[in-house]
């Protein structure tokens, strides 16, 4: 006999993916993956630990996908800078003292999600931490691609070290993540682009 309701259908999420992915994102970023426990993730995003599992999968999944929401900030800032810069020392320049806002803004936790996260995922699997990797290395990728074009407009010499001028600026946005986590003032750290553009596309002799 027929139960008149048909089959039960689970119920439907009541919450804003977006918004708690959010919430999420903001968490992993001020503590770090191996810091954030499932009770963090429960209180900050709002909903309870069945619906983030069956929203997300596990905690790994949704740090990945924190992690991606994140990155389209930080891909924005390096992206508008390397593109809409008329030279590649104003975009290298812009990029960096854009990226000390972000780092140091209000809203935002201190750093980089993506640069701490190298030293807090030791408790995640192996493709987090590769997804980690290659994201840094899509930034340095794309700060090679734009000194590289500064070679061929003649802006830098041609026997530049493209690979160690896009190392060197890479590292010093990544430095400055680590600073900004420690406290170190906007100001110094404006102060301390302003020092290293004024050696800018030096590199020693080969």
């Not at 408790?123 to 000194?147: H, K, S, W």
């Amino acid at each position: 006999m027929a139960d008149g309701g048909g089959a039960r259908r689970g119920r439907p999420r009541v919450f804003d993916e977006d918004e708690v992915l959010d919430r999420a994102m903001h968490l992993f970023w001020e503590k770090g993956y191996d810091g954030t426990s499932m009770v963090d993730l429960v209180r900050a995003m709002g909903i309870n630990s069945p619906s983030i599992y069956g929203a997300f999968g596990s905690k790994e999944r949704l740090y990945l996908r924190a992690m991606a929401r994140y990155t389209k900030i930080g891909e924005g800032i390096t992206g508008r800078a390397l593109a809409e810069q008329p030279t590649a020392r104003q975009a290298i320049e812009v990029m960096l003292k854009q990226h000390v806002e972000l780092f140091t803004g209000f809203a935002s936790p201190r750093g980089c999600l993506v640069v701490l996260g190298a030293a807090n995922t030791s408790q995640a699997g192996p493709e987090v931490r590769e997804a980690l990797r290659r994201q840094r290395g899509r930034i340095r990728d794309a700060i090679r691609d734009r000194l590289a074009q500064a070679v061929e407009d003649g802006e830098l010499p041609a026997d530049s070290d493209v690979d160690a001028l896009a190392t060197e600026y890479h590292t010093f946005l990544n430095g400055l993540s680590l600073q900004t986590s420690d406290g170190v003032p906007a100001q110094v750290l404006l102060n301390a682009i302003d020092n290293v553009m004024t050696g800018w596309g030096r590199t020693p002799p080969r």
